[in-house]
């Protein structure tokens, strides 16, 4: 199982130019514009790309049981095996399991961390959850983030969340962390990024 893998990364690193359209060989095409949107999924921190829809924290809570993301964070959302969603209010105590790697406990759940909430509506509709990644529709997606920043003590319990609304919410580190400046067109990725 491992050769033919190695010698894939082998033959795609020695023909870089069949990744994109190659002019000398013909290899490649450009993709259509519907493929671009199919694959163009992700949510900036401004939240414009949000879809419609909208959820709150009560809802969140039944889909995080339902869809199995406390079979995997807990039903606390904290001390299972995949990392830490809500942390523990109080006087902590060591976990039955260990903090696997990427370690995520207490002092760095995305509702710590997390300078947008859109990134966390994001993070959920990318790659949540794990092994269904994409079931989720809209409306599930704000129902969750809405129980995880409602659990996180970020907003009251009746809050909605939408497109509208979801951008809006002030993160606990909003001004604390340190963002790449904006990029453009034909300059280098994170240029003069410390
Ligand atoms: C099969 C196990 C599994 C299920 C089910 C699952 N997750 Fe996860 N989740 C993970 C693992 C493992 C990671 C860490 C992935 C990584 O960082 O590479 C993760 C990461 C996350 C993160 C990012 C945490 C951080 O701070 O980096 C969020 C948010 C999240 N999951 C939410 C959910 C939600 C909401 C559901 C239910 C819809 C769910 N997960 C279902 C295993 C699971």
Redesign the pocket.
């Known amino acids: 199982m491992v050769f033919p893998k190695v010698l894939a990364v082998a033959v795609l690193a020695l023909c870089p130019p069949a990744w994109t359209q190659s002019p000398t060989y013909k290899l490649g095409r450009s993709p259509t514009a519907e493929e671009i949107r199919s694959q163009d999924i992700a949510i900036s921190p401004t939240g414009k790309e949000l879809p419609a829809g909208q959820g709150t924290a009560k809802e969140g809570a039944t ?2 049981v339902r ?3 406390a ?3 807990g039903a606390t959302g904290s001390g299972a095996h ?2 830490t ?1 809500i942390s523990r209010k109080g006087p902590q105590t060591a976990t039955a399991v260990p903090c696997l790697a ?1 370690c ?1 406990n207490d002092s ?3 509702g710590v961390h997390s300078p947008f909430a859109t990134t ?1 509506w994001d ?2 509709n990318r ?5 269904k990644e994409g079931s ?1 529709t809209p409306n599930e997606v704000y129902a ?1 983030t809405a129980f ?1 920043l409602y659990k996180n003590d970020i907003i009251k319990k009746d809050e909605l969340m939408d497109a509208r609304s979801l951008p809006k919410v002030k993160m606990p580190n909003r001004d604390g962390a340190a963002l790449p400046p904006e990029w453009k067109h034909g300059t280098p990725r994170l240029q003069g990024y410390p």
Do not use: D, S
């Open positions: 889909l995080y869809k199995g993301c079979g995997c964070h995949a990392p969603l990427p995520v760095n759940t995305m966390i993070y959920i790659g949540m959850p794990l092994g989720l969750l995880l």
